[in-house]
């Protein structure tokens, strides 16, 4: 039997051979305002979600973003401006306005892939940033990464709620 020798996040060696996992892929296209994943390692597809995105005012940031957790029962903290026009910060719940869970993936997590979304505002620029779903359409994306290895188990946190970090590589590609 082999013994396998853990090097890096997703790269393995068995004696002189080591292969490396080439990871998951979330691929934003915001003209068509549609999330696919996708499984590199061996080219599986995945869940295709509709979504909204940033308004014209706070644009989703394009580029490629690392994805490290999965929280769900998700807290909410409005921003500056909603907080001066009197929103309140809301405990972790599957109700609130970050919907049943959030991927984190820009400015230290204040931007997210996350639940919430309803279906009046898919398919339009209306978020501060962040990258709405409906709950069910992100609840089948993560029972997809979690079927694919790509979740470790879940975490409780203090407040409510709950961690999952990623057991794969995964990135979220927003173009």
Not at 6 to 30: H, I, K, N, S, Y
Not at 126 to 135: H, I, T
Request: net charge positive.
């Amino acid at each position: 039997m082999l013994a396998l020798l853990a090097l890096a996040p997703g790269v393995f060696a068995t004696g002189a051979r080591a292969a490396a996992d080439e990871g998951l892929v979330l691929m934003l296209d915001r003209g068509r305002y549609e999330l696919v994943a996708h499984d590199a390692r061996d080219g599986e597809s995945g869940p295709r979600l509709p979504v909204t995105i940033g308004s014209p005012a706070h644009p989703t940031p394009a580029g490629e973003f690392a994805l490290r957790q999965v929280v769900l029962h998700p807290a909410w903290t409005p921003t500056p401006r909603l907080r001066r026009k009197g929103a309140l910060a809301e405990p972790p719940s599957d109700d609130g306005p970050m919907g049943v869970a959030k991927l984190p993936f820009a400015q230290a997590g204040a931007i997210a892939l996350h639940g919430g979304a309803t279906p009046l505002v898919l398919g339009k620029p209306v978020s501060n940033g962040c990258v709405r779903a409906l709950d069910e359409d992100l609840l089948a994306l993560l029972a997809w990464l979690d079927a694919r290895g790509a979740l470790g188990p879940e975490q409780p946190r203090s407040g409510g709620e709950i961690g999952r970090s990623f057991r794969r590589p995964a990135v979220l590609r927003v173009r």
